[in-house]
């Protein structure tokens, strides 16, 4: 690519009509990333004209309570795309149902409530709940006869727990989906610095020969964290910072930045580029863990001007918790453009 190059952004491409139903609609993922990034978009005239939101959770709500909930998520977590001229139009996409996700029967309500649009419409079902539910909720849809051709499926990440239960989930999702209906995302991927460093790296011809060893001492990837665990104690003392940020979120960075040109930015060959980085990843062997890696827990401090419990005073978190909340690493891409050049990734 070159200083003239076209880069594509698919994500500006024009959307056709659909209903999107969140599992997990009243979930940290839904109200904190998911739900204000939709308003973003709909301010932005991103979304469809048509088109409904429909959030179901355990939780006993109605939908007039349910949009108030998703309202002041949006003013505390994107204060500055707040628009309250622009809030009743987003807010009238929003519904919400009642269903738990283990029960066959409440796919019934769910499939009425699809159904009382006219109309062809894609369905997109995005999956915010736990990764144990993912093989659940898509065989109940297929039982509900809500696959169709035209549906799609959004797994968000973690995708498992480790390697076996990641391929049972993939499994389990792949025998009611088609591949191409499987979105598997990685939500910082979205982020707009992440989006200008493709073009940063391939629309700019004079960085592709200063890109590599010889002329770069080392990388540094760092993903710093102002919050805590706010909540998710149950989930992140499970997963903690290695399984929650750095096998995805940084690993993803580390591709982007490290992987060789792709012949186009669509998602195949963008894929096939990072995945020859992740095979050139030099192991840490046991006896190198000490050396390469640093784990450690945060403790009581402040935060935006406040204070903060440390994290075994977190609810949820055991007194005794080992889990990590920060984690640095070192890592070498065995390849002939960073060839002993480290890359230093932390994060917490």
């Given at each position: ?6 880069i594509n952004?698919p ?11 969140v ?22 005239r991103r979304l469809?004209?048509?088109?409904r939101i429909?959030c ?12 108030e909930?998703?309202h002041?998520?949006?003013?505390r977590?994107?204060?500055?795309a707040?628009?309250?001229k622009?809030?009743p139009?987003?807010g009238?996409r929003?519904?919400y149902?009642r269903l738990d996700?283990t029960?066959?029967?409440d796919?019934?309500?769910l499939?009425?409530k699809?159904?009382e649009?006219p109309g ?5 079902f995005?999956l915010?709940t ?13 039982q509900?006869?809500?696959v ?5 499926v ?7 727990h ?8 993939n499994?389990h ?16 991927l979205?982020k ?12 700019n011809?004079?960085?592709e ?11 540094q990837i760092?993903?710093?964290e102002q919050?805590?665990v706010?909540?998710?104690g149950?989930?992140y003392?499970?997963a ?8 995805n979120h940084?690993l993803?960075?580390?591709c982007i930045v490290?992987?060789?040109?792709p012949?186009s930015?669509d998602?195949?060959s963008?894929?096939d ?6 095979r050139?990843?030099?192991?840490i ?6 050396a ?9 401090g ?5 204070p ?11 007194a005794?918790?080992t889990t ?6 070192r890592?070498?891409v065995?390849n002939?453009?960073w060839?002993?050049v480290?890359?230093?990734?932390r994060?917490?």
């Amino acid at each position: 690519m070159t200083e003239s190059s076209s880069i594509n952004n698919p994500a500006k491409d024009p959307v056709e009509p659909f209903d999107m139903v969140v599992f997990g609609g009243t979930g940290d993922l839904a109200l904190r990333k998911l739900l204000p990034s939709l308003y973003h978009c709909d301010a932005e005239r991103r979304l469809p004209e048509h088109g409904r939101i429909i959030c179901v959770a355990r939780s006993d709500l109605t939908t007039d309570a349910y949009r108030e909930q998703v309202h002041e998520a949006c003013q505390r977590f994107a204060p500055a795309a707040i628009s309250e001229k622009e809030w009743p139009a987003f807010g009238q996409r929003i519904e919400y149902l009642r269903l738990d996700a283990t029960a066959a029967d409440d796919y019934r309500a769910l499939a009425q409530k699809l159904v009382e649009y006219p109309g062809a419409k894609a369905r997109v079902f995005y999956l915010a709940t736990s990764p144990g539910l993912f093989g659940t909720i898509s065989h109940h849809l297929s039982q509900a006869g809500l696959v169709e051709a035209g549906a799609r499926v959004v797994l968000e990440k973690p995708i498992g727990h480790d390697l076996a239960s990641s391929r049972e989930i993939n499994a389990h999702v792949g025998a009611v989906f088609a591949e191409q209906q499987i979105y598997r995302i990685d939500h910082y991927l979205g982020k707009e610095t992440v989006q200008n460093l493709l073009v940063l790296r391939f629309g700019n011809a004079i960085f592709e020969p200063l890109w590599r060893a010889g002329l770069v001492e080392h990388v540094q990837i760092t993903v710093a964290e102002q919050v805590g665990v706010e909540g998710r104690g149950d989930y992140y003392d499970h997963a903690g910072a290695l399984r929650d940020m750095v096998q995805n979120h940084l690993l993803q960075l580390l591709c982007i930045v490290a992987m060789e040109p792709p012949t186009s930015l669509d998602p195949d060959s963008v894929r096939d580029e990072k995945l020859k980085v992740l095979r050139a990843l030099r192991p840490i062997a046991g006896q190198e863990v000490t050396a390469n890696t640093v784990r450690g827990q945060y403790k009581a401090g402040a935060s935006a001007g406040g204070p903060v419990p440390g994290y075994l005073e977190e609810p949820d978190i055991p007194a005794d918790s080992t889990t990590e909340t920060f984690v640095a690493a070192r890592l070498f891409v065995d390849n002939w453009r960073w060839a002993g050049v480290p890359f230093y990734l932390r994060t917490g």
